[in-house]
């Protein structure tokens, strides 16, 4: 007993220690060291290197969403990722060069609980739009204030162009979101949320609760197809800051949360632009032990004559699409409670009646 007490505590300093370590090698470069957050904000966190060509349709895009503030954690950017972040007000920029491979999770998830107190958390990536369901982010946060959730899962749909790849790589970001406008839902595995043989991260949801058997993983899809990946496409994206949650100990969940009853959709935008020139950089870097980088590189051949050609493509129509099609789910609670807002009951109004989806 003795022993078992006096190695829980040792953990606890080593772990204590560590997390020190990290923030002293963290430099505040802009923004608020430190902001409040009432129980309907919430902060969005981004972990970003070299992110010029994303970073200010990711900021206004968040913002028009109504993110109260936006943490960025630059990873030792040589572009003018920073430069463009110091224009914008309600913005914070910490400067972390730890390798992201080692320490992801921890920073995003450490600096995220240093900056904010209270509110939400909202984790993204440089190449990934956030968008919420019917009613938007200030009545989704109330909905589960009142209702005890703590965290919200966000589904990661890869879109797309059947562009020829040399007319696309010179687009900048604004002009991709509008010519990337098709998504795939072939080859998209469904993964019961606590499926301890298909995850590798299942030791760290053992304390959380997810009462809706709707609320699942995906795995696989566009690339999958095209490129022989299987990249998980599920996240606990938005996380609730209260004292026992653990934001993010590893990239796709939280820990000691309480799963809504609802998802987000995270677009990505990870094709878009030159991705064939990041990827390159990328494993010259070493940035990442995945491996995805190397598998679509080795996979596309001649990229001056590349275009991607799934077999089911489908144009982008909307959230509400995905509904139907099984690819997302919001309960019947859900879209009922949205109703009070007379802005949006038409929309739920139609909403709801597809409510049970198609199923992938």
């Known amino acids: 007993m003795i022993s078992r007490i006096i190695g829980g505590v040792s953990r606890v300093v080593r772990r204590r220690v560590a997390q020190q370590r990290r923030w002293m090698k963290t430099r505040h470069l802009h923004g608020p060291e430190f902001v409040e957050l009432s129980d309907t904000q919430a902060m969005v966190t981004l972990l970003a290197r070299n992110s010029s060509w994303f970073i200010r349709k990711f900021i206004e895009h968040h913002f028009s969403l109504g993110a109260a503030h936006i943490l960025v954690i630059d990873n030792g950017s040589t572009d003018a990722t920073v430069d463009i972040c110091r224009n914008y007000d309600r913005l914070t920029v910490l400067q972390n060069d730890l390798p992201a491979k080692l320490y992801e999770s921890a920073l995003r998830s450490e600096l995220s609980q240093r900056v904010a107190k209270g509110g939400w958390i909202l984790f993204a990536d440089s190449d990934e739009l956030i968008e919420i369901p019917t009613g938007g982010l ?111 100990p590893h990239p796709h969940c939280a820990t000691n949360v309480t799963l809504a009853d609802t998802m987000l959709l995270v677009r990505h935008y990870k094709l878009a632009g030159d991705w064939v020139a990041r990827d390159r950089l990328a494993i010259r870097e070493g940035r990442w032990d995945h491996g995805e980088d190397s598998r679509r590189i080795s996979a596309i051949g001649d990229e001056n004559a590349m275009r991607l050609d799934p077999q089911e493509p489908r144009p982008w129509r909307g959230i509400d699409t995905l509904r139907d099609e099984g690819f997302l789910f919001s309960s019947a609670e859900f879209l009922a409670a949205m109703q009070d807002d007379p802005e949006t009951s038409g929309q739920v109004a139609c909403a709801q009646i597809r409510a049970g989806g198609a199923g992938l």
Not at 154 to 161: E, N, R, V, Y
Request: glycine residues 6%.
């Open 138 to 248: 200030t009545r989704l946060l109330g909905y589960c204030n009142d209702r005890g959730y703590t965290s919200v899962l966000g589904q990661m749909l890869d879109h797309f162009s059947t562009l020829p790849y040399r007319e696309l790589r010179y687009m900048d970001y604004a002009e991709s979101i509008k010519a990337h406008n098709l998504y795939s839902l072939r080859q998209i595995e469904v993964i019961p949320y606590f499926d301890q043989h298909a995850t590798s991260f299942n030791w760290f949801l053992r304390n959380n609760i997810c009462d809706h058997p709707q609320i699942s993983f995906r795995r696989g899809g566009v690339r999958a197809e095209l490129f022989g990946e299987n990249p998980f496409l599920s996240k606990h994206s938005l996380v609730r800051n209260l004292p026992g949650i653990t934001p993010m």
